[in-house]
C-alpha cells in the first residue's frame, strides 16, 4: 500500500551498502494483502492506496554530509598501515611481523596483571566500565607510532588471543595442522570472514599451506578444490587492494577471537558482559567512526543490561522523540548476530527508511562480518538463502517482514531468526498495515519459542495490551537528550505548551513583526515571520495539512523573503537547480525553480524519488534551510530542524492526532545535528478548545486491527495460518486467535459477536470462496477436523493476493490463457495493473465519460497505457505530463506494478496451468522494477543508486558493479556531480557488499554442487 513519503537523513552515519540475494528478476512477492479501510496515521496518503502490493515504496537518500573521520584504534590500524608499510620500507610481510612482535612483547609486559583470562569474570568487571563509557585515549593520535597505538589499547581478550596464537604458532612448528589448531582456525578466522577482506580465504589458505606439508586427507583436498572454485568465484568481490597484511589479518583474528569471547559470555548467562554489551571493543570504535557516537545515554545503559534481556525475555521500551531508541536495538541485533550466531529481521515502517538502515549497517555488516539484506519494494528473496557462515539481518518493511516469516515458517526454518525487531511499534494500531504487522508477530511468538521480540516507539499508550500479545517486559524513560519546547500560537500570541498549567499552556511572548497589509492578507497566520525568526542560519520544517498547500506556502514565503536570502550559498542552489533539471530531462518544476533560489522547497509524494532524494541532500547540507512538508517527514525521521511549524492542526481534512503530533514535532532537535529544538502549533481562535484537548490528553491506544469491519487482515490471516500449517482445525484457528492483540483486546472491541463466532464465520467465508476445504462446526469452536487449504487459496496467500479480488484475478488470467496478446507487453501490463489503484484514476477520456462502461476495466486500461508508455519512454517526467498525472503517481502506478507483478508471479508459481506466466511475469516484473535503460540495471541494484545517479556514473564509465565496488571515493567525488564524500564512500561500500553477497551466493550454490550425496548406492 502506498505509503507517506519519508526522508531520511542521518547526519552523523555512514552508510553503507545494501545486501540483496540473486538477480533482481526474482523480486519478492507480497506486501500486505489488505485492503486500508482506515486511513495510517500521518499521512494525506499518495494519490493511491493499493491494497496489496506496495510497501510504502518510498525513495532513498543519499545524505550523509559529515563523515566523522574514522579515529578510532582499529581504524588507525586500517588508515596507517599502507603508509607505515611505506614509510619504512617494509613489505607486507615485514609490516606483519613488525606488528606481531611488538604485540607480543606488549603483551609479554602487561600479561602479568590484568591478562590472566578473557573468561575471567574479574577481567569482564573492568570491561564493563569500558563497555559503558568509551574511552576517551581511543581516540589516539593518528601520527602516533602505530605499534604503541595498537597495544596500548588492546582488550585483556584479545591479549589473551595473542598469548594463544603464540602459544600455537610455537606448537604449529613442532607439529604442523594438529588437530587444535585447526579448531582455533575455524573458530577465530573461518568465521569471521570479512567480506571486504581482500582475500575473504586467508584462514582457508594458511590451512592448506598446512595441509600440504602434512597428510593430506581427502576432506582436505575437497576443502582445497572448494576454494579454489570459490576463489575464482569471488575474484571480483575482492575489492580492495589485492595484498593482505599481516596486520589486517591481526585485526580480523583479533576481532573474531573476541567474537568467540562475547559468544562465550553470552551464552554463559551470567550478568557478566564483555567488552562492549557482549560485543567485541571494535563495535564500540564502529560506532565512534560511523557514528560519532563516543559514549552511551546512561538509560541505554541501564536498558540493555536489564535482566530481563539476558534471561531473553521479549522487550518494549519506550522513549521520547530523537531519546536515542535505535542504538540500544542495533547493539541487541549486533549481540544476535555475532554472540548467538542467529539471524535478524529488522522490521521498520516505510522503504525509505529501510534503504537508509541498510546503507547505516552495511559498513557495520562489512566490518564485523555478518550480511545485511533489503527487504522492500521488491527486493527480497523468500524463503531467504540459506547461509553457510554468516548470518543475514535482513531488513524489511512491515509487509516483506510478514512474506518472509511466511517463508521461514512454511520452510521449517523460523528458528534461525534468533531476534525480530520492530520499529514505530505503536503501528500496530494503524490500519491494515497494523493488521500486517499484529500477525507477523503473533506467528513469530506462536511458531517458534526461540525467536526473541524487541519492540520501541515514542508514541505508545495502552503498552498493557502490548505486553500482554508480546509476552513482554516493558522500559520507559523520559529522556530525550535535546530539549523541545512546544509553542502554539493563537493570533500574534505565542504560548508555551505546559501541562501544569490550568489551559495547557501559558503566555510566552507577542510575535513580533511588522506586515504590510498586502502581506497580512497574504499570510494572515505570520508564516513569514515565524520562518524568517530562524532561516537561513537554522532549519525550518512546516508540516502543511495538503499537498498543494505544501506549494502554496513555499511560493507565499518566497515572495516576502527579503532578496538577500538568495545570496546565501547561492552556488550551491545552483548547483540543486542544474541537478534536479538534468533528473527532469530539462525540466524542473516551476514551483522549485521559484523557491530554490530563496533556500525553499517544498517536500511531498508528488516529487520523483530523484527529486526528493536531491532535496533533502540539499536541505540536510544547510542548503536548503525551509521545507514545507506533509506529515511524509513525521516519522523516525533525522532531519536538522531548530524549529518545527505545524501549519494548522489537521492532516488532510481530519484533525491532528496527539500520536501525528507528537511524532511531527519530534524532528525538532534531533540529537546530533541541533542543539536545541522548538515546535510551533498554528490555531485559530475556533480550534482553541480542540487544541486544548489535543495538548492535555494522552496518547492514542493502538488497537487490533484484525477485526474483519476493519481490515481484510482477518481472511488472509486465517488462510495462511491452515496454508502454512499454523493451525489447521477451528480449535487451532481459535486458539491462535486468543493469542493475537485482538484476544487480548477481544473484551474490548467484540460486541456483537464472539471471538471464536468471528473464527467461525471467516472460515466459512474462505470455504465459500473455494480458498479453504474442510468442515466447519455450527457450535463446536472445539472442532478437530482438519482444515486444508486449496490451490487457489495457497496461490492466494503465497502471492500476498487480496482475498477480495482472488478471484477476479484468477479468472482474468485464465481468460489471457484464450488469447493472450504477445505483440506487445500491454496484454501483460493490463493484467499486472494494481487493482488498487483503479479507484483513483480518473481517466481524461471522452469515451469514457460518454458511456456507461466498467470503469473497474476501463480505469485499469486506462492505467496500463501509462505503463506502457512508461516502459517505452522510460522517462516519468514526460509520461506525466502526457497524461496529466502528477509525476509522484506516476512513479508510485510504476513500483505499484512492479510490486503487484511479482505478487501474481507467485500466484501463478501455484497453479499449473498458468505456467506460462511465470516466465513472462518474471522478465515483466524486472522491467517495472528497473524502469530504466538496460545499462542502468546492475548500478541500481546498489541501495540508494537511482536513475540520475545511475546515469552519471555510467556515462563516468562506472558501467558495472565491479566498477563501482572498485572505484576510488575520492575519484569520484571528483567526476560525478553533487556527490559528497560520505555518499562516494557509502556507493562503494554498498556496492562491495552487493558484490560480496552475491560471490558468497554463488559459493552456496558451489557447495551445494560439491556436495558428496550421503546416499550414494
Ligand atoms: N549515545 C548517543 N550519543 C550521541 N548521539 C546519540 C546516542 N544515541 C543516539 N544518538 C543519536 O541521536 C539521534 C536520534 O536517535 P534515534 O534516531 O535513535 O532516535 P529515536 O529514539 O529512534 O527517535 P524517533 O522516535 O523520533 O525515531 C541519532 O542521530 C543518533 O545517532
Ligand atoms: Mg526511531
Redesign the pocket.
Known amino acids: 500500500m502506498a505509503e507517506p513519503a519519508l526522508a531520511v537523513r ?4 555512514i552508510s553503507s551498502a545494501r545486501k540483496r540475494s540473486h538477480p533482481p528478476a526474482q523480486p519478492g512477492a507480497t506486501s500486505s494483502p489488505l485492503a486500508r479501510k482506515r486511513p495510517s496515521g500521518g499521512g494525506e496518503g499518495t494519490p493511491a492506496e493499493p491494497l496489496c502490493n506496495n510497501d510504502s515504496e518510498e525513495d532513498m537518500f543519499g545524505d550523509y554530509d559529515s563523515f566523522h573521520e574514522s579515529d578510532s584504534l582499529l581504524a588507525q590500524v586500517l588508515d596507517a598501515e599502507p603508509q607505515h608499510s611505506q614509510e619504512k620500507g617494509l613489505d607486507v610481510k615485514a609490516a606483519g611481523r613488525f606488528a606481531h612482535g611488538n604485540l607480543q612483547s606488549e603483551m609479554d609486559q602487561s600479561k602479568q596483571g590484568n591478562l590472566h583470562a578473557a573468561g575471567d569474570s574479574s577481567v569482564r568487571k573492568v570491561d564493563e566500565h569500558y563497555g559503558f563509557q568509551m574511552n576517551e585515549n581511543d581516540a589516539g593520535d593518528a601520527d602516533e607510532d602505530l605499534s604503541d597505538s595498537v597495544f596500548d589499547e588492546l582488550p585483556s581478550s584479545q591479549l589473551l588471543y595473542l598469548e594463544k596464537t603464540r602459544e600455537l604458532s610455537s606448537r604449529s612448528q613442532r607439529s604442523a595442522g594438529t588437530e587444535r589448531m585447526d579448531k582455533w582456525e575455524n573458530s577465530s578466522l573461518d568465521k569471521i570472514q570479512c567480506p571486504s577482506s581482500p582475500c575473504p580465504d586467508s584462514g582457508h589458505k594458511n590451512r592448506s599451506t598446512k595441509s600440504s606439508k602434512g597428510s593430506v586427507c581427502d576432506s582436505c583436498k575437497s576443502v582445497s578444490l572448494k576454494d579454489h572454485l570459490k576463489n575464482a568465484l569471488t575474484g571480483n568481490a575482492k575489492a580492495q587492494t589485492p595484498k593482505v597484511s599481516k596486520t589486517k589479518q591481526l585485526k580480523e583474528a583479533i576481532l573474531s577471537e573476541e567474537i568467540s569471547v562475547a559468544r562465550e559470555t553470552i551464552g554463559s548467562s551470567s550478568f557478566d558482559i564483555g567488552p562492549f554489551y557482549g560485543l567485541p571493543s571494535k563495535v564500540k570504535h564502529l560506532l565512534r567512526q560511523f ?7 546512561e538509560w ?1 545503559h541501564d536498558c540493555l543490561t536489564l535482566k530481563s534481556l539476558q534471561q531473553r525475555k521479549n522487550l518494549i521500551y519506550s ?9 540500544v536495538a542495533e547493539i541487541l541485533i549486533l549481540q544476535e548476530l555475532l554472540c548467538r550466531q542467529k539471524d535478524v529481521l529488522m522490521i521498520l515502517p516505510y522503504v525509505a527508511i529501510v534503504q537508509e538502515k541498510v546503507w547505516g549497517l552495511s559498513s557495520f555488516g562489512i566490518e564485523l562480518g555478518f550480511l545485511v539484506e533489503e527487504y522492500a519494494g521488491s527486493k527480497g528473496r523468500f524463503p531467504p538463502i540459506k547461509r553457510r557462515i554468516k548470518k543475514s539481518l535482513y531488513i524489511a518493511t512491515i509487509e516483506k517482514g510478514h512474506a518472509l516469516v511466511n517463508s521461514l515458517i512454511e520452510t521449517d526454518r523460523i528458528d534461525d531468526l534468533g531476534l525480530v525487531v520492530v ?2 511499534l505503536h503501528m500496530i494500531g494503524e490500519g491494515s498495515r497494523g493488521a500486517v504487522l499484529e500477525m507477523t508477530l503473533a506467528k513469530i511468538l506462536y511458531a517458534s519459542k526461540n525467536t526473541h521480540v524487541v519492540g ?4 505508545l499508550n495502552n503498552v498493557g495490551d502490548l505486553q500482554k500479545f508480546l509476552q513482554a517486559e516493558y522500559y520507559t524513560k523520559n529522556f530525550r ?1 535535546v530539549e523541545l519546547k512546544e509553542y502554539i500560537k493563537i493570533r500574534d500570541t505565542i504560548y508555551e505548551v505546559d501541562s501544569k498549567a490550568e489551559n495547557g499552556f501559558t503566555f510566552s511572548r507577542l510575535l513580533n513583526f511588522k506586515y504590510s497589509s498586502s502581506l497580512e492578507k497574504a499570510d494572515p497566520d505570520h508564516i513569514v515571520a515565524l520562518v524568517t525568526e530562524v532561516i537561513p542560519k537554522y532549519s525550518c520544517l512546516i508540516f502543511c495539512p495538503t499537498k498543494k498547500n505544501c506549494e502554496n506556502v513555499a511560493t507565499m514565503v518566497c515572495k516576502y523573503l527579503n532578496k538577500e536570502f538568495r545570496a546565501h550559498r547561492e552556488k550551491e542552489k545552483q548547483d540543486l537547480i542544474k541537478n534536479l533539471k538534468d533528473i527532469g530531462n530539462g525540466s524542473i518544476c516551476p514551483v522549485l525553480r521559484q523557491t530554490i533560489p530563496f533556500g525553499v522547497a517544498y517536500h511531498h509524494s508528488g516529487l520523483t524519488n530523484d527529486e526528493r532524494k536531491s532535496i533533502e541532500e540539499a536541505y540536510s547540507r544547510g542548503v536548503l534551510c525551509l521545507l514545507a512538508c506533509t506529515a511524509t517527514l513525521a ?4 532531519l536538522p530542524a531548530r524549529r518545527v511549524i505545524l501549519r494548522a492542526p489537521y492532516v488532510a481534512s481530519e484533525f491532528l492526532k496527539k500520536n501525528q503530533y507528537k ?1 511531527m514535532i ?2 525538532a532537535g ?4 541541533d542543539n536545541a529544538g522548538e515546535s510551533i502549533l498554528v490555531v485559530q481562535e475556533k480550534d482553541k478548545h480542540l487544541v486544548r484537548d489535543l495538548i492535555t490528553s494522552p496518547l492514542e491506544n493502538c488497537y487490533s486491527n484484525l477485526l474483519p469491519e476493519i481490515t481484510k487482515g482477518m481472511q488472509y490471516l486465517l488462510l495462511s495460518l491452515v496454508g502454512l500449517k499454523i493451525a489447521v482445525t477451528q480449535e487451532e484457528v481459535y486458539s491462535f486467535m486468543c493469542h493475537t492483540l485482538l484476544g487480548v483486546q477481544q473484551q474490548l472491541l467484540l460486541k456483537e459477536k464472539s471471538l471464536s463466532e468471528i473464527v467461525r464465520d471467516e472460515l466459512e467465508n474462505l470455504i465459500e470462496k473455494g480458498l479453504l476445504k474442510g468442515k466447519i462446526m455450527e457450535k463446536d469452536q472445539n472442532s478437530k477436523s482438519t482444515l486444508t487449504v486449496t490451490l487457489l487459496g495457497k496461490a492466494t496467500y503465497k502471492g500476498s493476493i487480496d482475498v477480495s479480488y482472488c478471484n477476479l484475478l484468477y479468472k482474468e488470467l485464465r481468460k489471457g490463457l484464450e488469447g493472450l496478446v504477445l505483440e506487445s507487453s500491454l496484454h501483460l501490463l493490463y493484467l499486472a495493473t494494481p487493482y488498487d489503484m483503479v479507484s483513483n484514476c480518473s481517466p481524461d477520456w471522452m469515451i469514457y465519460l460518454r458511456q456507461n462502461v466498467d470503469s473497474t476495466a476501463v480505469n485499469r486500461l486506462y492505467l496500463s497505457f501509462v505503463l506502457y508508455a512508461l516502459l517505452k519512454e522510460t522517462n516519468v517526467w514526460s509520461v506525466s505530463e502526457k497524461f496529466n498525472m502528477s509525476r509522484g503517481y506516476v512513479q508510485n502506478l510504476l513500483t505499484s506494478a512492479a510490486s503487484f507483478a511479482s505478487c501474481i508471479l507467485h500466484f501463478c508459481e501455484e497453479l499449473e496451468e498458468f505456467w506460462v506466466y511465470k516466465a513472462l511475469l518474471t522478465e515483466l516484473t524486472k522491467r517495472l522494477t528497473y524502469c530504466v535503460k538496460t545499462e542502468l540495471i546492475p548500478l541500481m541494484e546498489v541501495a540508494g543508486v537511482l536513475e540520475a545517479r545511475a546515469k552519471q556514473l555510467y556515462n563516468a564509465g562506472y558501467k558495472t558493479l565491479a566498477h563501482l565496488a572498485n572505484a576510488n571515493p575520492e575519484t569520484l567525488v571528483k567526476t560525478i556531480e553533487h556527490l559528497s564524500r560520505r555518499q562516494a564512500k557509502q556507493m562503494v561500500s554498498s556496492a562491495k557488499m552487493l558484490l560480496s553477497e552475491k560471490a558468497e551466493a554463488l559459493q552456496e550454490e558451489v557447495e551445494e554442487l560439491l556436495k558428496v550425496p550421503t546416499d550414494i548406492p
Open positions: 542521518r547526519r552523523s552515519r557514528r560519532g557516537i563516543e559514549t552511551l545515554y541505554q522513549l521520547p522523540t530523537s531519546g536515542g531508541k535505535t542504538l520499529d514505530e520501541m516507539s515514542a508514541t537528550p516519522a523516525g525521521v533525522n511524532q519530534g524532528r534531533r540529537a546530533g545535528i
